[in-house]
């Protein structure tokens, strides 16, 4: 039964997460092997993997508060072991919340919990929210943004309830953008960065989106590159340059499952080595 | 056999009075000659365990006892492309090749949560996504989406505010369940009236897939006969939250709805999905040791109905063990625990060798007991050769029957007596002003965009979406990766057409669905159908009812199966949901509502309905009659019904949807867009505005094309006579016309597709009226905003 | 005249929340040994505003009975209450704390109030509610959720500080219910066993 993830991405599934197959799949599209890790097998197993992604989705039904409870399990005191001797970590959404929870999103001070992934807060209600968003790619040293160009405009959904980065450390917040930490920022179709939902679609402290650590092998990331993986997945009706390439792809099946705006996040993890960068 | 029988209820010798006051003391709803028929059955006085069984299996929701001989009448469930008709959990069709001569084969289960929803919405919805859900993973298969089809209360009318407050919490019970439980909202659509403010219909429709050679029925499997095989109950530990439900489901809402609250269930989503990713390495196990399994969900009826019925589909007995049953803290007496309708639950029959293995994924790998309080896997009886059928406790035998008498079905000759109503079209006012009329119409919450709805649902997870919901007739998923095949799913149902005529009313239920996947180029594979209706004990209730079915059969064989030339459109899966009405016994008005799975050979030519390109050409394949009845437009302008419903014309809608289907096959389609609710002018503002809202590009429609139609505007612009807009490339209108003509359907070219972000009617060289998109955007994105934007409470966990 | 009026709303059924903190507190975290009982509740508290104080009580319990508001009465049970009137509803909290314990350590049962950084969100709930409710006026709403945390302690401040290092998650290993960052908890209360 025992899997080994030696140069492959390990895929933690802790009980109810619900992105794990689309998101090793997208792992997969770039050519690099991605594997299912079981929350309570062996965390021994992870020694050597090419790179660690805590899915999306509602691990341990966000009881008390989403992240927390997963944060606290035993495989993370591996992933917080593996992420300090450079392994590549990506949380996304969920995962994010549990980045975040487990202190290893900012990581300025070792597993202390600097920031929050609080409740969403948008123009007239509160809430689930899914849509599409556009992300621009922030000037960092983060390892999972590196094929993207600074200012870069990337559209990728988003489908959460709490995704408000937001610290009572103005410190913290400070120290994040002098280091390069702020990877990502909700912007509009170009590029612009507007406070208001629903270009900021829960209310993030200035637009932020994604938070890598100062080393930058490990992002905390809200919206979904999973589900943008392939360019079939980008909505029609968008407006910027990823959707007028996919309407001209439109009869073109093999073009639509080529490239979509969010796998180069994935695609990072091919110049990446096991356990260090 | 061996063991005394406990709990012996007095029937036989006891006159009706007494027998209704036992009933009635025990809370059942069956009647005084059901009950009778029970110990005739049996040859003996019932247990309560027994009666209790009985009670829940003859329930209209189980037993269908009404309407059967009508479904079995009017429905085709049968064509080549057909794997498992009604019958079973869910219904499948093959759609794709799967190599070595397998089929990817679509799975699909619908089904209706209306009265628990109207009684508590957040907690009744979830449980109808919860349970549809399961109907779909128990045949094995993978769960890729959820559509719902809700009907709610008029939100400005005199119960409005209370209409609202259902409407939010069902949309959130929806949420929670389908976005935890990581299923795609692939749509559906809300209709307001306040023929539904005391009665709100909430159904569900859940679609999977799975390899035909990997299909898991609900029965213990033939192998049985050769090894021994136990019964395994799975899930949540079983209490009292649900007892009685099934019940409760088929009674009329009468009264204080709260007094009910205790048959309501509490569902789990969480639960689900370990429950699901579990059972998955289960069934590899399976696989990989070549052992057959029968596997079942759990609902009306819990225990007793769920493996009596696995053991009469094989041919086979079981002898339970209550006390091996996982139970919730509490008391509860053997008729609770055998027939609870506790979430979350499977049955699975499995060779006696292979079950601590079984345990050991649920219980150890899954830690089901420590995840969740109670939960588990434990091994409940034996699968016995002798068809019999037995639940024993330490305190004795409470159920002992052969399985076919547990079984036993109940049917009744129900007669219908057609309703007579006079209808009558409005009066048209030349005066009016078609601006604002149109603006009012498109700001009518039933046309409105919907998007405030649909921003609740996950509709990405899963990564397989193609069109989502709100951006085109049908959501469209790729359901295997790599490959072109996609799958496009549309529901419908209009009310207002029924309540003018009941056969219509389920004749375009078929059709609209039909057309819908049609305009995104999928071809029609199957139909599902809700048929909601009032008492059927009522006479012109029940001749609604049959309408409605004889309306959907006639247009699943009219229309007929477009990949297999002579066979109907397979009805595959259904249910129905009778006693919906209000205090006084007024009924909802007659709903029917489908569901249609098409199969897209390459989903690369599926397009949104928004407006692509400056100097296309528009189209409009088919013809506009005068059939404003039912209409959106006689109802919000003119506070009025009508008359002239639309009529279905199965030669001219199969013709409509073949040419369409055609123009997605040769790649020419940039947009395209059925008329349904609202007409002409709200389709073609639709495709202006786009699914997002921010649509850019115009048209000028010029009436005088449509001329020989020899229709007034209003009726050109809102007839609801169903036809398609199409924009193409310039410059192929020869094409289009010769496929047209080839399919016998009418095209009139309307124009082109302009760069100016305005709409305008224009007549004889006059403009009749103009709107800027900013203007119809307000209207048509901001009408459901105060019906749905705001958070309810801050109601606790 | 103007009530001060409290709420207090619990789970019928096992909570699942409150179990999950309680095994992450004593299997993760290592509260094991003092960690006796944990229980959850919803918590609102308000000024409001009406002829007689039963006349308030008696309007709000309608609206929690027959409007839905707060409860759902198939899964919760509330006590509200306020001034000197019997308070109503089916919760009896002073049946909640656990029993037992070692007969020769003292414990304390710590009431802790969480509530969001964000009083916007509670003035938005009393607007709603007051939109709801005839002849009652509600200002200064206060709502979060309410964890009784019963532990050993020797005094009750050591009670009040292990409460505190239970509650305030301050980096992987320590603390658990609330993120500092968006949360703020006070104690409302404790109790000698």
């Given at each position: 039964?025992?899997?080994?993830?030696?140069?492959?991405?390990?895929?933690?599934?802790?009980?109810?997460?619900?992105?794990?197959?689309?998101?090793?799949?997208?792992?997969?599209?770039?050519?690099?092997?991605?594997?299912?890790?079981?929350?309570?097998?062996?965390?021994?197993?992870?020694?050597?993997?090419?790179?660690?992604?805590?899915?999306?989705?509602?691990?341990?039904?966000?009881?008390?508060?989403?992240?927390?409870?997963?944060?606290?399990?035993?495989?993370?005191?591996?992933?917080?072991?593996?992420?300090?001797?450079?392994?590549?970590?990506?949380?996304?959404?969920?995962?994010?919340?549990?980045?975040?929870?487990?202190?290893?999103?900012?990581?300025?001070?070792?597993?202390?919990?600097?920031?929050?992934?609080?409740?969403?807060?948008?123009?007239?209600?509160?809430?689930?929210?899914?849509?599409?968003?556009?992300?621009?790619?922030?000037?960092?040293?983060?390892?999972?943004?590196?094929?993207?160009?600074?200012?870069?405009?990337?559209?990728?959904?988003?489908?959460?309830?709490?995704?408000?980065?937001?610290?009572?450390?103005?410190?913290?917040?400070?120290?994040?953008?002098?280091?390069?930490?702020?990877?990502?920022?909700?912007?509009?179709?170009?590029?612009?960065?507007?406070?208001?939902?629903?270009?900021?679609?829960?209310?993030?402290?200035?637009?932020?989106a994604g938070v890598c650590n100062r080393e930058g092998n490990v992002l905390a990331l809200m919206p979904h590159p999973e589900r943008a993986a392939w360019l079939r997945q980008v909505p029609e009706d968008l407006g910027d340059r990823w959707a007028r390439r996919r309407r001209a792809a439109a009869g073109d099946q093999a073009a639509l499952e080529g490239e979509g705006p969010g796998r180069r996040f994935f695609a990072a993890l091919g110049g990446a080595k096991g356990g260090s960068r | 056999m061996g063991a005394p029988l406990t709990g012996v209820v007095a029937i036989r010798d006891l006159p009706d009075e007494r027998i209704a006051e036992t009933l009635a003391r025990h809370g059942f709803n069956?009647?005084?000659?059901?009950?009778?028929?029970?110990?005739?059955?049996?040859?003996?006085?019932?247990?309560?365990?027994?009666?209790?069984?009985?009670?829940?299996?003859?329930?209209?929701?189980?037993?269908?006892?009404?309407?059967?001989?009508?479904?079995?009448?009017?429905?085709?469930?049968?064509?080549?492309?057909?794997?498992?008709?009604?019958?079973?959990?869910?219904?499948?069709?093959?759609?794709?090749?799967?190599?070595?001569?397998?089929?990817?084969?679509?799975?699909?289960?619908?089904?209706?949560?209306?009265?628990?929803?109207?009684?508590?919405?957040?907690?009744?919805?979830?449980?109808?996504?919860?349970?549809?859900?399961?109907?779909?993973?128990?045949?094995?298969?993978?769960?890729?989406?959820?559509?719902?089809?809700?009907?709610?209360?008029?939100?400005?009318?005199?119960?409005?505010?209370?209409?609202?407050?259902?409407?939010?919490?069902?949309?959130?019970?929806?949420?929670?369940?389908?976005?935890?439980?990581?299923?795609?909202?692939?749509?559906?659509?809300?209709?307001?009236?306040?023929?539904?403010?005391?009665?709100?219909?909430?159904?569900?429709?859940?679609?999977?897939?799975?390899?035909?050679?990997?299909?898991?029925?609900?029965?213990?499997?033939?192998?049985?006969?050769?090894?021994?095989?136990?019964?395994?109950?799975?899930?949540?530990?079983?209490?009292?939250?649900?007892?009685?439900?099934?019940?409760?489901?088929?009674?009329?809402?009468?009264?204080?709805?709260?007094?009910?609250?205790?048959?309501?269930?509490?569902?789990?989503?969480?639960?689900?999905?370990?429950?699901?990713?579990?059972?998955?390495?289960?069934?590899?196990?399976?696989?990989?040791?070549?052992?057959?399994?029968?596997?079942?969900?759990?609902?009306?009826?819990?225990?007793?109905?769920?493996?009596?019925?696995?053991?009469?589909?094989?041919?086979?007995?079981?002898?339970?063990?209550?006390?091996?049953?996982?139970?919730?803290?509490?008391?509860?007496?053997?008729?609770?625990?055998?027939?609870?309708?506790?979430?979350?639950?499977?049955?699975?029959?499995?060779?006696?060798?292979?079950?601590?293995?079984?345990?050991?994924?649920?219980?150890?790998?899954?830690?089901?007991?420590?995840?969740?309080?109670?939960?588990?896997?434990?091994?409940?009886?034996?699968?016995?050769?002798?068809?019999?059928?037995?639940?024993?406790?330490?305190?004795?035998?409470?159920?002992?029957?052969?399985?076919?008498?547990?079984?036993?079905?109940?049917?009744?000759?129900?007669?219908?007596?057609?309703?007579?109503?006079?209808?009558?079209?409005?009066?048209?006012?030349?005066?009016?002003?078609?601006?604002?009329?149109?603006?009012?119409?498109?700001?009518?919450?039933?046309?409105?965009?919907?998007?405030?709805?649909?921003?609740?649902?996950?509709?990405?997870?899963?990564g397989r979406a193609v069109l989502r919901p709100g951006e085109a007739d049908a959501a469209v998923i790729a359901p295997l990766p790599g490959r072109s095949v996609g799958l496009a799913f549309a529901v419908d149902g209009n009310p207002f057409y029924g309540l003018i005529d009941p056969y219509e009313g389920g004749a375009l239920a078929v059709c609209e669905s039909v057309r819908n996947v049609a305009s995104v180029g999928a071809v029609p594979a199957t139909i599902t159908d809700c048929l909601n209706y009032g008492n059927p004990e009522v006479e012109e209730v029940f001749w609604e009812f049959t309408e409605g079915v004889r309306g959907i059969g006639d247009a699943c064989r009219g229309i007929g199966?477009?990949?297999?030339?002579?066979?109907?459109?397979?009805?595959?899966?259904?249910?129905?949901?009778?006693?919906?009405?209000?205090?006084?016994?007024?009924?909802?008005?007659?709903?029917?509502?489908?569901?249609?799975?098409?199969?897209?050979?390459?989903?690369?030519?599926?397009?949104?309905?928004?407006?692509?390109?400056?100097?296309?050409?528009?189209?409009?394949?088919?013809?506009?009659?005068?059939?404003?009845?039912?209409?959106?437009?006689?109802?919000?302008?003119?506070?009025?019904?009508?008359?002239?419903?639309?009529?279905?014309?199965?030669?001219?809608?199969?013709?409509?949807?073949?040419?369409?289907?055609?123009?997605?096959?040769?790649?020419?389609?940039?947009?395209?867009?059925?008329?349904?609710?609202?007409?002409?002018?709200?389709?073609?503002?639709?495709?202006?505005?786009?699914?997002?809202?921010?649509?850019?590009?115009?048209?000028?429609?010029?009436?005088?094309?449509?001329?020989?139609?020899?229709?007034?505007?209003?009726?050109?612009?809102?007839?609801?006579?169903?036809?398609?807009?199409?924009?193409?490339?310039?410059?192929?209108?020869?094409?289009?016309?010769?496929?047209?003509?080839?399919?016998?359907?009418?095209?009139?070219?309307?124009?082109?597709?302009?760069?100016?972000?305005?709409?305008?009617?224009?007549?004889?060289?006059?403009?009749?009226?103009?709107?800027?998109?900013?203007?119809?955007?307000?209207?048509?994105?901001?009408?459901?905003?105060?019906?749905?934007?705001?958070?309810?409470?801050?109601?606790?966990? | 005249?103007?009530?001060?009026?409290?709420?207090?709303?619990?789970?019928?059924?096992?909570?699942?929340?409150?179990?999950?903190?309680?095994?992450?507190?004593?299997?993760?975290?290592?509260?094991?040994?003092?960690?006796?009982?944990?229980?959850?509740?919803?918590?609102?508290?308000?000024?409001?505003?009406?002829?007689?104080?039963?006349?308030?009580?008696?309007?709000?319990?309608?609206?929690?009975?027959?409007?839905?508001?707060?409860?759902?009465?198939?899964?919760?049970?509330?006590?509200?209450?306020?001034?000197?009137?019997?308070?109503?509803?089916?919760?009896?909290?002073?049946?909640?704390?656990?029993?037992?314990?070692?007969?020769?350590?003292?414990?304390?049962?710590?009431?802790?109030?969480?509530?969001?950084?964000?009083?916007?969100?509670?003035?938005?709930?009393?607007?709603?509610?007051?939109?709801?409710?005839?002849?009652?006026?509600?200002?200064?709403?206060?709502?979060?959720?309410?964890?009784?945390?019963?532990?050993?302690?020797?005094?009750?401040?050591?009670?009040?500080?292990?409460?505190?290092?239970?509650?305030?998650?301050?980096?992987?290993?320590?603390?658990?219910?609330?993120?500092?960052?968006?949360?703020?908890?006070?104690?409302?209360?404790?109790?000698?066993?």
């Amino acid at each position: 039964m025992a899997n080994s993830f030696t140069g492959a991405v390990a895929v933690v599934q802790f009980p109810g997460v619900n992105c794990e197959y689309e998101t090793a799949a997208a792992a997969r599209a770039v050519g690099v092997s991605a594997a299912i890790f079981r929350w309570n097998e062996d965390p021994a197993a992870l020694d050597g993997c090419l790179g660690i992604v805590l899915p999306g989705g509602f691990s341990y039904q966000d009881r008390i508060r989403a992240g927390v409870v997963a944060a606290k399990d035993r495989v993370m005191d591996a992933v917080s072991a593996l992420a300090r001797a450079g392994t590549p970590v990506l949380g996304i959404c969920n995962g994010a919340q549990v980045l975040v929870e487990a202190g290893l999103i900012p990581g300025i001070h070792w597993e202390k919990v600097d920031l929050a992934l609080a409740p969403n807060v948008m123009a007239d209600r509160e809430g689930y929210y899914c849509n599409w968003i556009y992300l621009r790619r922030e000037p960092t040293n983060c390892l999972w943004t590196k094929l993207y160009g600074d200012g870069e405009v990337v559209p990728v959904p988003v489908a959460h309830a709490e995704g408000r980065f937001t610290t009572e450390d103005a410190g913290v917040l400070e120290e994040m953008k002098r280091g390069g930490q702020v990877a990502l920022r909700y912007c509009d179709a170009s590029g612009a960065v507007v406070p208001s939902f629903p270009v900021n679609p829960n209310g993030s402290v200035e637009n932020i989106a994604g938070v890598c650590n100062r080393e930058g092998n490990v992002l905390a990331l809200m919206p979904h590159p999973e589900r943008a993986a392939w360019l079939r997945q980008v909505p029609e009706d968008l407006g910027d340059r990823w959707a007028r390439r996919r309407r001209a792809a439109a009869g073109d099946q093999a073009a639509l499952e080529g490239e979509g705006p969010g796998r180069r996040f994935f695609a990072a993890l091919g110049g990446a080595k096991g356990g260090s960068r | 056999m061996g063991a005394p029988l406990t709990g012996v209820v007095a029937i036989r010798d006891l006159p009706d009075e007494r027998i209704a006051e036992t009933l009635a003391r025990h809370g059942f709803n069956i009647t005084t000659a059901e009950a009778r028929r029970v110990a005739e059955l049996l040859g003996r006085d019932p247990t309560v365990v027994e009666l209790t069984i009985f009670n829940t299996m003859w329930s209209e929701h189980c037993s269908y006892k009404s309407s059967r001989r009508v479904l079995k009448e009017h429905l085709p469930v049968d064509a080549p492309n057909v794997v498992l008709g009604p019958g079973e959990d869910a219904g499948i069709v093959r759609f794709a090749p799967g190599g070595d001569g397998d089929w990817w084969c679509l799975v699909i289960g619908h089904e209706s949560h209306n009265h628990p929803s109207q009684v508590l919405p957040v907690e009744g919805a979830s449980t109808g996504i919860g349970g549809i859900v399961r109907d779909v993973y128990c045949m094995g298969a993978d769960v890729v989406g959820v559509l719902d089809p809700l009907r709610f209360g008029d939100p400005s009318g005199p119960k409005g505010r209370q209409s609202i407050a259902i409407a939010r919490g069902v949309v959130e019970g929806i949420a929670q369940y389908g976005n935890a439980l990581g299923v795609p909202n692939l749509g559906g659509d809300v209709v307001f009236d306040r023929g539904y403010e005391d009665n709100c219909l909430v159904n569900v429709v859940a679609a999977g897939i799975v390899l035909e050679s990997r299909i898991v029925r609900s029965r213990v499997p033939v192998e049985a006969r050769r090894e021994p095989y136990v019964m395994i109950l799975i899930g949540k530990p079983t209490d009292d939250s649900g007892f009685g439900g099934a019940a409760f489901a088929s009674e009329d809402l009468a009264g204080e709805e709260k007094a009910n609250r205790g048959a309501v269930q509490v569902p789990d989503p969480f639960l689900k999905r370990v429950l699901a990713e579990a059972t998955k390495k289960v069934m590899e196990a399976a696989r990989a040791r070549g052992v057959a399994i029968g596997f079942k969900d759990l609902g009306a009826g819990g225990i007793a109905c769920a493996t009596s019925e696995m053991a009469h589909a094989g041919g086979f007995g079981v002898k339970l063990d209550l006390d091996a049953v996982r139970k919730a803290l509490g008391h509860f007496p053997p008729a609770v625990v055998s027939c609870s309708e506790t979430q979350e639950r499977y049955a699975m029959a499995v060779p006696r060798e292979f079950a601590a293995e079984v345990l050991r994924i649920y219980n150890e790998d899954f830690e089901l007991p420590r995840i969740y309080h109670g939960a588990g896997a434990s091994v409940i009886g034996d699968i016995t050769l002798e068809p019999y059928y037995s639940i024993e406790t330490a305190g004795g035998l409470v159920c002992s029957a052969p399985v076919e008498v547990i079984t036993t079905g109940i049917a009744y000759d129900r007669k219908g007596a057609p309703r007579r109503r006079r209808f009558e079209e409005p009066a048209l006012d030349p005066r009016r002003s078609l601006r604002d009329d149109f603006l009012a119409l498109l700001a009518s919450p039933n046309v409105a965009s919907k998007n405030h709805v649909f921003r609740r649902y996950d509709s990405e997870v899963q990564g397989r979406a193609v069109l989502r919901p709100g951006e085109a007739d049908a959501a469209v998923i790729a359901p295997l990766p790599g490959r072109s095949v996609g799958l496009a799913f549309a529901v419908d149902g209009n009310p207002f057409y029924g309540l003018i005529d009941p056969y219509e009313g389920g004749a375009l239920a078929v059709c609209e669905s039909v057309r819908n996947v049609a305009s995104v180029g999928a071809v029609p594979a199957t139909i599902t159908d809700c048929l909601n209706y009032g008492n059927p004990e009522v006479e012109e209730v029940f001749w609604e009812f049959t309408e409605g079915v004889r309306g959907i059969g006639d247009a699943c064989r009219g229309i007929g199966h477009l990949s297999h030339e002579g066979a109907p459109l397979p009805i595959v899966s259904g249910n129905v949901s009778f006693y919906n009405q209000n205090e006084a016994g007024k009924p909802i008005p007659p709903s029917p509502v489908v569901c249609c799975a098409g199969i897209v050979e390459d989903y690369s030519r599926c397009r949104s309905i928004r407006f692509k390109d400056e100097g296309s050409a528009l189209y409009l394949v088919g013809e506009i009659l005068d059939e404003l009845g039912g209409s959106e437009y006689y109802r919000a302008i003119y506070g009025a019904l009508g008359a002239n419903v639309p009529r279905s014309d199965f030669v001219r809608e199969r013709g409509l949807v073949r040419a369409v289907i055609e123009m997605h096959r040769l790649g020419i389609v940039r947009a395209c867009h059925d008329t349904g609710q609202g007409g002409l002018l709200t389709a073609l503002a639709e495709m202006a505005i786009g699914g997002r809202g921010d649509g850019e590009l115009g048209f000028t429609l010029d009436l005088d094309e449509l001329a020989p139609l020899g229709l007034p505007p209003e009726k050109l612009l809102f007839s609801e006579t169903g036809a398609f807009l199409v924009e193409t490339a310039p410059g192929i209108e020869r094409e289009m016309l010769a496929l047209c003509a080839r399919n016998r359907v009418k095209l009139w070219r309307l124009g082109e597709v302009r760069r100016a972000s305005r709409l305008e009617v224009v007549s004889r060289g006059a403009s009749l009226a103009r709107w800027d998109l900013a203007e119809l955007r307000g209207a048509y994105l901001d009408a459901c905003r105060p019906i749905f934007g705001v958070e309810n409470t801050g109601k606790g966990a | 005249m103007k009530l001060a009026v409290e709420l207090w709303v619990r789970l019928k059924v096992i909570d699942l929340v409150a179990q999950t903190a309680r095994i992450t507190l004593v299997d993760k975290l290592d509260f094991g040994e003092r960690l006796r009982g944990l229980t959850r509740y919803s918590y609102w508290a308000m000024d409001a505003e009406g002829e007689t104080a039963p006349g308030i009580l008696e309007e709000i319990d309608r609206a929690i009975r027959l409007d839905g508001a707060f409860t759902n009465q198939n899964k919760h049970l509330y006590r509200l209450s306020g001034g000197g009137e019997p308070p109503r509803g089916d919760l009896a909290l002073e049946k909640d704390y656990p029993a037992g314990g070692a007969p020769d350590e003292t414990a304390f049962a710590v009431d802790c109030l969480v509530r969001e950084l964000r009083p916007d969100r509670e003035a938005g709930f009393a607007s709603r509610l007051g939109g709801r409710l005839r002849g009652v006026k509600v200002s200064r709403m206060k709502c979060g959720e309410i964890w009784r945390i019963t532990v050993g302690a020797p005094s009750e401040s050591a009670a009040i500080a292990e409460a505190e290092r239970m509650l305030v998650s301050r980096s992987r290993r320590e603390g658990l219910l609330l993120n500092p960052h968006y949360q703020r908890h006070e104690i409302l209360g404790t109790k000698r066993l």
